[in-house]
């Protein structure tokens, strides 16, 4: 063998164009193309992402704010609230306009409330050529019985004012129903009937001013960001036919129901009743001494009331 058969060849530098990027190398100088989200639907984590990322935001905890990612449950919320061509709708906290849309897109009439003014030009993006009214500000400080006759509420309630807002949306003449999102522990009681384990004055409230029915169960994992506990979407339909609940009717109810598992005499008591008067009132209306508030129902709390001159 010669000296150069046994020398290793040396490999000739391939040539490249240094402009060029080279795939599978090292340092390259290419870049991902961005991705085109306009295709992709409003609540997919994505356009959720890139919204929030665009308009430099993040979800303020203080404000309950979880924006729905799922399509599935925003149309069944839209679905069992009622919206549809020419109805009255009002949302509570549209966020990022996801629902709001959902709503719009059915042909209802949208009115909704925001307090977070930083979302200004979220929602103007996200609700731009639909036919939405924003009001800005508090919706502690709305005032409901301004909303026409047939106004539906359909909404992803902040969960920190759930109970302030429903019983607003009660007294309002012109709310007929309340479609809501909120914590599963809250609708089971509203739901929840006497002697339930559930039961309490949202219970007895909802059921003075119409009936509640539980539409489904939200899963952590249809927000983001996830909360730290399960959703209900509840539907609650008042029935304007009946007489409003007199204001000291609800008072005592709260007092009754004050204490749940307490004897209904001492709740009753801690309000500075006789106790003569209580244990009268009691056996005239065929309730036990010891019976518990929870286990009482409206009407026996009503004829108690009766009897002990709350109301006439």
């Known amino acids: 063998m010669s000296r150069n058969a046994s020398r290793p060849r040396r490999a000739t530098p391939r040539r490249t164009d ?33 919204l929030l990322d665009r308009h430099g935001l993040k979800p303020t905890k203080s404000l309950g704010q979880n924006f729905l990612i799922d399509g599935n449950i925003l149309r069944a919320i839209a679905e069992a609230g009622g919206a549809a061509p020419g109805v009255p709708v009002l949302e509570i906290g549209p966020g990022l306009g996801v629902l709001t849309r959902e709503i719009a897109s059915r042909g209802a009439q949208v009115t909704t409330l925001e307090k977070d003014e930083r979302l200004r030009p979220v929602l103007a993006e996200t609700l731009d050529g639909l036919d939405v009214q924003v009001v800005w500000g508090d919706a502690l400080d709305f005032e409901y019985a301004t909303l026409p006759q047939g106004t539906r509420v359909i909404a992803n309630l902040p969960y920190y004012i759930t109970g302030l807002l429903l019983s607003r949306f009660m007294r309002a003449p012109g709310i007929v129903s309340a479609t809501v999102l909120v914590q599963k522990e809250v ?13 309490g004055f949202l219970s007895a409230i909802a059921a003075l001013y119409g009936s509640v029915q539980h539409v489904r169960d939200v899963p952590k994992g249809a927000f983001l960001p996830a909360p730290d506990v399960t959703s209900a979407v509840i539907r609650l339909d008042f029935d304007r036919s009946r007489a409003a609940p007199e204001p000291e009717f609800l008072a005592f109810v709260e007092s009754a129901l004050h204490h749940r598992r307490k ?7 801690l309000t500075g009743m006789d106790g003569d008067a209580i244990d009268a009132a009691l056996s005239a209306v065929n309730l036990r001494p010891d019976v518990r508030a929870e286990d009482v129902s409206l009407g026996d709390l009503r004829d108690m009331a009766v009897k002990l001159g709350v109301i006439r």
């Open 263 to 269: 004897t209904l005499r001492n709740n009753l008591r």
């Open 18 to 50: 240094p402009g060029r990027p080279q795939p599978g190398r090292a340092g390259t100088t290419s870049q991902e193309p961005e991705r085109d989200l306009s295709a992709a639907p409003l609540y997919s984590p994505a356009r959720v992402r890139d």
């Open 187 to 199: 609708g089971q009681r509203l739901a929840a009937r006497p002697g339930e384990e559930n039961y």
